[in-house]
């Protein structure tokens, strides 16, 4: 009488083992929000390059708030012109509008006001641009699925 349930024991503590692991599994890939690990730079450089109808192709913050740079293009077939850029919550002041034709690419420099805390250390910002469509719908808004990942320079 003595291993009567030990069969129904061992099935519950494999079960058990199955379930964390699956949970350990399911956590890491990130389908639960807080559980899986941040995005990479180069995660965050290819959803920007992809982007639509704006992509950031190429940017560069520093530990001035004078010098960093963006590099937006034009991924529609219609003219756009940049009314506004928020990065990390500091509105970049853009005047005049930037213009970027269909397809074509256009740098945002000068003062941002936008600036990283230490060169080598990583930062992080969400982006949010406010554009108007040539001949179509003004102040229209591309907020960022990923934040602007990047390394201080």
Same mark, same amino acid.
């Given at each position: 009488?003595?291993?009567?349930?030990?069969?129904?024991?061992?099935?519950?503590?494999?079960?058990?083992?199955?379930?964390?692991?699956?949970?350990?599994?399911?956590?890491?890939?990130?389908?639960?929000?807080?559980?899986?690990?941040?995005?990479?730079?180069?995660?965050?450089?290819?959803?920007?390059?992809?982007?639509?109808?704006? =992509?950031?192709?190429?940017?560069? /913050? &520093?530990? $001035?708030?004078?010098? +960093?740079?963006? !590099?937006?293009?034009?991924?529609?077939?219609?003219?756009?012109?940049?009314?506004?850029?928020?990065v990390?919550g500091?509105?970049?002041?853009?005047?005049?509008?930037?213009?970027?034709? =269909?397809?074509?690419?256009?740098? /945002? &420099?000068? $003062?941002?006001?936008? +600036?990283?805390? !230490?060169?080598?250390?990583?930062?992080?910002?969400?982006?949010?641009?406010?554009?108007?469509v040539?001949?179509?719908?003004?102040?229209?808004?591309?907020?960022?699925?990923?934040?602007?990942?990047?390394?201080?320079?």
């Amino acid at each position: 009488m003595k291993g009567r349930g030990q069969g129904t024991t061992e099935y519950l503590i494999i079960l058990a083992v199955i379930i964390v692991v699956a949970l350990v599994v399911v956590g890491v890939m990130g389908w639960f929000p807080g559980l899986g690990t941040g995005i990479t730079e180069q995660q965050s450089r290819a959803y920007w390059q992809s982007a639509s109808p704006l =992509a950031m192709k190429d940017w560069k /913050i &520093t530990t $001035t708030a004078t010098d +960093a740079e963006f !590099t937006l293009q034009n991924m529609t077939i219609d003219s756009i012109s940049v009314t506004d850029m928020s990065v990390g919550g500091t509105s970049i002041d853009i005047d005049p509008d930037v213009d970027i034709a =269909a397809g074509s690419t256009a740098n /945002i &420099t000068g $003062t941002t006001g936008i +600036a990283c805390p !230490t060169i080598g250390r990583a930062y992080q910002y969400d982006v949010t641009i406010t554009y108007d469509v040539s001949g179509g719908i003004s102040g229209k808004t591309q907020m960022g699925q990923k934040p602007l990942i990047g390394t201080c320079t």
